[in-house]
Each structure stands twice: as C-alpha cells, then as structure tokens.
C-alpha cells in the first residue's frame, strides 16, 4: 500500500518562502506530483518528479530525493493569491493503470 | 477547448435516491477518474477507466457504479445514496498514465 505525510497547515507573509515536505511509503516508486487547490475549486497540477533533484517553475519548485522517500514544493515570493491547498500525489510502480494516490493535503495562508 | 466539464454542479438527495454524475472532457484523453473529496482530507480514487468501454475500481468503490460507453464521457452512479456519500466528486482526465491529470469543476452532493 501507500501512505503520504505533509503538514496540515503553514502561514507565511506575502514575499516570504514556504516549504511544504511530503514523506511517502510506497511498495514501488514511479513519481511524485503537485497540485493546488482554492477554496471551492478542482485541484490544478503543478510539477512532477521522477527523477531526484529540483525542478523550478517560475515562483514554484519541486525537489524529489528518492533515496529518503520525501519530497518537497518550495513557494517563493508569496502572493496572496498563493493561498490554497496543496496536495502531493504518487504513482506506484507497480500500479499500471496509473493511480495517484493523494496526501490530505497542506493549508498555506498568506498574511499580509 | 472546455477541458472537463462536470453536470450538475450542485445537487441534494434523499437517502435511498439514485442519480448519475456527467463528466466530458474535450481533449481526447484515454483515462479519465473519479475522485471524491471529504473536508481536510485528499482526494480518494473511487473508479476509473484507461479506454472507452473499460472501468476498474479505485481505493472506494462501495456503493458507486460507472461507465465509459464513450471515450470523451465517464458516468457515475449512485444506485441508493447514503448519508455518507454526502461529498464533493471530482473528475478528471489525463493522456498518459503519467503526470498531469485535468480536473472539472466538481459536483457537490448532499444526501440528507
């Protein structure tokens, strides 16, 4: 089976940087994604890592290290609007029909 | 292109009711996903489909049925709704088994 650890909640004031780590148990690996979500609205994708190391996307990055089974999303320059839900999600190796499997998520409040 | 579209938006059931959730997507993907999201928790994979004509049950199958008779549709239903199915539905759809799924606008269910 799969299990998912992140925070449940991190505030942070606007142009600060937050981190949101994600710890995961998974029979097999195949990746790890991220996805933001506001109140009232459909989870949208943010970045994928198979691969460990960052990937950066804009204000956003994305660090995998397979070897300790944790990821982590990094929010620089905090606006406002970044105020949402935030969810990894991983795939399992052994799963092939491509299931993603959800953390419960992590509540980032912007203050100003 | 609309991505995915969900029908209806909102609805409220009586315990015993039955009814059927709409999800189209435009974009000519092969799966497609239902999810049902509970408050503070992640998204739970009810079923899915990796074909027209294919389904498969996800992590909470219980008490849902679905079909993919077309590629861009996938249905699901309630055959006598419960309290406990009182949630927020997602779909979604992806091109590949990998990365990034496409998530409609969901549909919020109450069964009283």
């Known amino acids: 089976g799969q299990s998912l650890e992140q925070p449940s909640e991190v505030t942070a004031v606007e142009g600060a940087i937050v981190q949101i780590n994600c710890t995961y148990q998974?029979?097999?690996?195949?990746?790890l994604s991220w996805y933001q979500q506001h109140d009232g609205g459909a989870p949208t994708f943010l970045s994928y890592?198979?691969?460990?190391g960052l990937e950066e996307t804009g204000r956003f990055s994305s660090f995998l290290s397979r070897s300790d089974s944790y990821g982590y999303l990094l929010l620089q320059e905090l606006q406002m609007k970044d105020s949402a839900s935030y969810f990894c999600a991983v795939r399992d190796r052994g799963d092939s029909w491509g299931k993603l499997q959800f953390g419960a998520g992590t509540q980032v409040v912007v203050t100003p | 292109n609309a991505g995915v579209t969900q029908t209806p938006k909102f609805r409220v059931l009586k315990t015993g009711q039955s009814m059927t959730l709409l999800c189209a997507q435009d974009?000519?993907?092969?799966?497609m996903y239902w999810y049902r999201q509970d408050p503070g928790m992640g998204l739970r994979l009810i079923h899915y489909?990796?074909?027209?004509?294919?389904?498969a049950k996800g992590e909470v199958p219980d008490g849902y049925n679905v079909s993919r008779l077309k590629k861009q549709n996938f249905l699901l239903g309630l055959e006598s709704a419960a309290p406990s199915q009182t949630s927020v539905y997602f779909c979604?759809?992806?091109?590949?088994?990998?990365?990034?799924?496409?998530f409609g606008p969901g549909t919020r269910l109450t069964v009283l």
């Open positions: 489909s990796v074909g027209e004509g294919t389904t």
């Open positions: 998974t029979s097999g690996f195949y990746g």
């Open positions: 974009m000519n993907h092969e799966y």
């Open positions: 979604a759809s992806s091109l590949t088994l990998a990365r990034e799924q496409f």
């Open positions: 890592n198979a691969l460990d």
